[in-house]
């Protein structure tokens, strides 16, 4: 099976492995869930780069009382540099329940900015899994693809069952890994070198 395609035109609803080679420190050691992926950029959200903010302090910072205990030390992801001030949940598609502002990824997840589904989160009527960050991480026209040529990130395509037990199961700190585990890729033996075989 090859994993290493050169068709990226559509990484909507792939994951993003930033390649040990990685120049920017934003994103050195991330994975990120590709959301958007259009002719005019991409939008996706890191996935594993906890903020120091917990989500009981950040329902406190937009005034919602967070009515489910354990959800209190649920940690908030940095989605990256863009918007830092703004909310982005990444949550399981539903059939039933309809946000304000939702971007429904085809085949994958849905990624809502709404204050709505805070608002179910708190009384425990939201996603019963779900991922909040701070930020996303954007790309213009084309510069995706020339970062991913330039041996910058790796996608990794899989199915929807993977990337929610990666997601929403997974520790943060073993995300990275398991991601490589699932195109069989053994950390010790990537470089940052550009290069093709």
């Not at 989160?121 to 996303?136: A, D, I, K, R, W």
């Amino acid at each position: 099976m090859d994993f290493f395609t050169e068709d990226v035109s559509h990484l909507a609803n792939q994951l993003l492995i930033a390649m040990p080679g990685m120049m920017d420190d934003q994103f050195a050691g991330t994975v990120v869930y590709v959301c958007e992926h259009n002719p005019q950029g991409a939008m996706g959200l890191v996935i594993n780069r906890p903020t120091n903010l917990e989500l009981k302090d950040l329902f406190d910072r937009i005034e919602l009382k967070l009515e489910i205990a354990p959800l209190e030390k649920q940690p908030v992801y940095l989605g990256g540099p863009v918007q830092t001030e703004r909310g982005f949940v990444l949550h399981p598609q539903a059939d039933d329940i309809r946000y304000s502002s939702s971007l429904t990824v085809p085949g994958g997840l849905a990624m809502t900015t709404s204050k709505d589904v805070l608002e179910a989160v708190s009384t425990g009527q939201g996603p019963e899994q779900f991922l909040m960050t701070l930020g996303y991480a954007g790309w213009s026209a084309g510069q995706l693809e020339d970062e991913i040529s330039k041996n910058g990130w790796l996608n990794v395509s899989t199915n929807l069952d993977d990337i929610k037990k990666i997601i929403f199961e997974t520790p943060y700190e073993q995300r990275y890994e398991k991601v490589m585990n699932i195109i069989g890729i053994d950390l010790s033996h990537l470089s940052g070198d550009v290069g093709h075989a």
